[in-house]
């Protein structure tokens, strides 16, 4: 990186953090640090949502599974607009009516103080973990560029989210990542033009998406009913909805972000701008992803994107193993943009034969290229088992190592910067609000000042900060980092949901019945994910990860039923 980088990422990353400290601190009380005094309009509450979900991963991870696997990730959205809907309905008036600070203090008022207690302790540990993740992403990037270990780096990152998120609380939160994501989208937008115009003169966007196509990086919609498909129009409108409707009304991460709404109406017009502009944000990062796909149909890519699997197989005794499949890839490669000469020429002169003739023949050769980089991964286990083989999270970081010009290879690196301290902070806040109010608060015999607790929050907020930072040293990947952060949601937020959905729809079940129900669901969900999931890099897996969320919702829904109609058969034999 050069001087002007260096100012850029800097120059950025500060500017955030400081604004976000003047600006917001001195919190007189708890209702201001936890709600923002709830004062945020609902572009703000819009921004600030779409800002939580959309960290460091989602940027750093997305291209990379366009790269890999095309447009079908889209699919995991598309039960969110629906989902935003229900939430403005359901949750969103009722949550605001209780006045509540946190999503788990209804659930005392409906049922008991050991449901809530549950429910809060399930999201304090899956929020945690995912704190740790979205503190890890934005390291591996550094980790490339500066060639520091990604510990010091964890450390770094948390420190810069941690200062003002402590201070200013959920408005220091909401005001930055306003700025943040300007920085997101300007960056991504840099990204796409940038990638567009490295394309060979002869190849117009039309042509890119022609190419893109005849590799299959453009099959958007999957009906099949194949369970064991991960991304499927089926499993985004169900799973999918049920992960959206569970994340955003009962993850405190989200709901405090629009509880700080100034009324009902503005918390419910930010979550439908979220809805609205989610699936097309989405959709926009994983074109960027499928155009770096054709971006390298045309220029050298390595075997394997993963630097550091790179060097320890190169240093290794599979050495000359690995030279000879980079030899055989590079003469793939070659092949490849002869092929892709001949089918742009058959594109011009529009012959079907020629065109579906050249189609074929790069199906072939990139069929041959996937095979190559499969053999790749097998040498890089054999080196070292621990090593991660899966390169999805790093062929974005290459292409912007290797191909951004001075000064905006700054801006890129601060993108994926912003992502993170703003998801991070939103994480982080809703952890310590939950610790503070519906775990510590609690427990205290005597009655205690506005002051206390503030100091209360502000120190939970720093603990799990400094715990987050320990999670993300502990983090590896698998399969690829966006990827298990919904693994890690599927595996609770499904529980979750469907203790709300009780508590909402089913009057008649009381506290005993969901907090039984609720712990067997959970046990039966890991149980299901270990079995059934956990296999697939083994090619075992029997079931896609969003269809946790609805099982895990529909069997806490079903148990509860079926444990409160068990108790209140012998009353009614009785009477």
């Known amino acids: 990186m050069e001087v002007i980088d260096w100012i850029v990422l800097i120059g950025t990353l500060l500017f955030i953090v400081g604004y976000g400290y003047l600006k917001t601190k001195g919190s007189q009380n708890v209702s201001d640090y936890i709600l923002g005094g709830k004062e945020a309009k609902w572009y703000t509450v819009g921004l600030s949502v779409m800002a939580t979900q959309a ?310 050769i990139n069929q041959q290229e996937i095979k190559s980089r499969q053999e790749a991964k097998k040498l890089i286990q054999k080196v070292d088992e621990d090593l991660e083989t899966n390169d999805k999270d790093y062929v974005f970081i290459h292409f912007i190592l290797n191909n951004i010009p001075t000064g905006l290879m700054g801006l890129l690196l601060a993108v994926i910067f912003s992502a993170a301290m703003s998801s991070t902070a939103s994480e982080l806040n809703a952890l310590g609000t939950i610790t503070t109010i519906d775990i510590f608060r609690r427990k205290q015999k005597t009655t205690r000042d506005e002051k206390y607790y503030l100091k209360a929050s502000q120190w939970f907020t720093f603990a799990w900060g400094i715990i987050a930072i320990l999670f993300a040293n502990f983090a590896s990947l698998l399969d690829n980092l966006i990827q298990l952060v919904n693994i890690i949601g599927s595996i609770f937020y499904g529980n979750v949901l469907g203790i709300f959905l009780i508590a909402f729809f089913i009057k008649f079940i009381r506290g005993n019945a969901v907090f039984i129900s609720a712990i067997i669901t959970q046990i039966a969900v890991i149980l299901i994910y270990y079995f059934a999931i956990h296999q697939y890099e083994a090619g075992n897996e029997k079931l896609g990860y969003l269809w946790l969320n609805f099982i895990g919702c529909a069997l806490v829904i079903c148990i509860a039923l079926l444990i409160e109609l068990i108790n209140r058969t012998p009353h009614a034999l009785k009477k």
């Open 55 to 364: 960290s460091a991963i989602t940027f750093l991870s997305t291209p990379g599974q366009a790269f890999h696997d095309g447009m079908g990730f889209v699919q995991f959205y598309f039960g969110l607009p629906l989902a935003m809907v229900i939430i403005c309905i359901v949750f969103v008036p009722i949550y605001h009516k209780l006045n509540v600070y946190t999503a788990y203090e209804f659930l005392e008022t409906r049922f008991d103080a050991k449901t809530r207690s549950l429910a809060a302790i399930l999201f304090l540990i899956q929020r945690g973990l995912a704190a740790g993740i979205t503190i890890y992403a934005p390291s591996i990037i550094l980790s490339a560029v500066l060639g520091w270990e990604t510990k010091t780096l964890n450390i770094v990152i948390g420190i810069l989210v941690i200062i003002y998120t402590v201070s200013g609380g959920t408005k220091a939160v909401s005001v930055t990542q306003k700025q943040q994501m300007f920085v997101i989208m300007t960056g991504m937008f840099t990204a796409f033009y940038l990638v567009m115009s490295y394309l060979p003169d002869d190849i117009t966007f039309g042509k890119a998406l022609k190419i893109a196509g005849a590799n299959d990086k453009l099959n958007i919609l999957d009906f099949s009913l194949n369970p064991k498909s991960r991304y499927t129009f089926w499993s985004g409108i169900t799973g999918g909805l049920f992960l959206a409707l569970s994340y955003f009304g009962t993850d405190q991460s989200q709901v405090q972000r629009y509880l700080s709404g100034k009324s009902v109406r503005e918390s419910q017009l930010g979550l439908i701008f979220n809805g609205l502009f989610k699936v097309p944000m989405q959709f926009f990062i994983l074109l960027v992803g499928v155009m770096v796909f054709v971006y390298y149909q045309y220029n050298h890519s390595p075997l394997n994107f993963n630097p550091a699997a790179v060097e320890a197989v190169e240093q290794s005794d599979y050495a000359e193993a690995y030279k000879s499949l980079e030899e055989s890839h590079l003469q793939l490669e070659k092949e490849k943009k002869i092929a892709q000469d001949r089918y742009s020429a058959a594109l011009d002169v529009k012959d079907y034969e020629l065109i579906m003739s050249a189609k074929k023949n790069i199906q072939n």
